[in-house]
Antibody
Framework: QVQLVQSGAEVKKPGASVKVSCKAS????????MHWVRQAPGQGLEWMGW????????KYAQKFQGRVTMTRDTSINTAYMELSRLISDDTAVYYC???????????????WGQGTRVTVAS | SYVLTQPPSVSVAPGQTARITCGGS??????VHWYQQKPGQAPVLVVY???DRPSGIPERFSGSNSGNTATLTISRVDAGDEADYYC???????????FGGGTKLTVL
């Protein structure tokens, strides 16, 4: 079945970087855009950006411009999200999610990865 | 940018019907998708394209969308439906998704 499996929890110090992986199984990574969404403790869902695994093209939310980099390795069907210059407010669970839907009016996410908890603390 | 508004919480007795709303300007002209998120778990798609259910989602989950309000309806609610529910649309002007703030469903 289609599944996204993410890397394990991370603890980082302020100013460091974190790189989260998202391995796709049950389908070919290049067939669908991959998005990243984060959720701070007790908060809602916050969109971070996407990568087109076929071309490598990316688009990032303005909030994360300059700090986030999304990449992929098609040989191992895996997408990555790296966030640099971490601050305490970056403490959150980070999800990858496969984009579905073919029209500009109808796009949704299915499935989601299980999430990666990133804790930023000194 | 486009804003989606959900009530923070909805409570319902077991066996009753829960209705969770998602408000947005002329949201009826967009397509709405709904996710269920149980504590400590990732979101799961329960309704897409306003009214469609992915395979494996019970018929008790249904959606509607008109005017300025979309609604997720859960009939014959049971304790297993306790979760946070999020609505989502695609904002074509900014070309990115927009999520509602989430609604916590409590089964009394």
């Amino acid at each position: 079945q289609v599944q996204l499996v993410q890397s394990g929890a991370e603890v980082k110090k302020p100013g460091a970087s974190v790189k989260v992986s998202c391995k796709a199984s049950g389908y070919t990574l290049i067939g669908y855009y991959m998005h990243w969404v984060r959720q701070a403790p007790g908060q809602g869902l916050e969109w971070m950006g996407w990568i087109n695994p076929n071309s490598g093209g990316t688009k990032y939310a303005q909030k994360f411009q300059g700090r986030v980099t999304m990449t992929r390795d098609t040989s191992i069907n895996t997408a990555y999200m790296e966030l640099s210059r971490l601050i305490s407010d970056d403490t959150a669970v980070y999800y990858c999610a496969r984009l579905r839907g073919s029209s500009s009016l109808s796009r949704w996410f299915d499935p989601w990865g299980q999430g990666t908890r990133v804790t930023v603390a000194s | 940018s486009y804003v989606l508004t959900q009530p923070p919480s909805v409570s319902v007795a077991p066996g009753q019907t829960a209705r969770i709303t998602c408000g947005g300007s002329n949201i009826g002209s967009k397509t709405v998708h709904w996710y269920q998120q149980k504590p400590g778990q990732a979101p799961v798609l329960v309704v897409y394209d306003d009214t469609d259910r992915p395979s494996g989602i019970p018929e008790r989950f249904s959606g509607s969308n008109s005017g300025n309000t979309a609604t997720l309806t859960i009939s014959r609610v049971d304790a297993g439906d306790e979760a946070d529910y999020y609505c989502q649309v695609w904002d074509s002007s900014s070309d990115h998704p927009v999520f509602g703030g989430g609604t916590k469903l409590t089964v009394l």
